[in-house]
């Protein structure tokens, strides 16, 4: 499944979910390790339905990288009714992602 897009125009219509977590990857076209990372969000985000995954490309949404001072690529933020909960950077497997999501119920 390919990932939606986010811009600064839908971005917080579509992190204000209420109840449920909702995984954004700040990401670089010509980064290796978010390429890396976009399987890995991709499968997950095909098989676990109930957990919104979206991307946002730091170089078309510079505003958007500022605001979260996102520093380095891949970076995930992690939301909770609207709110920032929890934020990583780097590369992950499948079980740390779920570990993450586990723990933010």
Known sequence: MTLEHLSKA?????????????????????????????????????????????????????????QYKIMTVPTLLFFKGGKLVFQNSGVINRKQLESMLERLG
Do not use: H, R
């Open 10 to 66: 839908n971005f917080n219509e579509k992190t204000n979910s209420a109840d449920q977590v909702v995984v954004v990857d700040f990401f670089a076209t010509w980064c290796g390790p978010c390429k890396m990372l976009t399987p890995v969000l991709e499968k997950a985000a095909d098989e676990l339905t109930n957990v919104p995954f979206y991307k946002v490309d730091i170089d078309e949404e510079m505003e958007l990288a500022n």
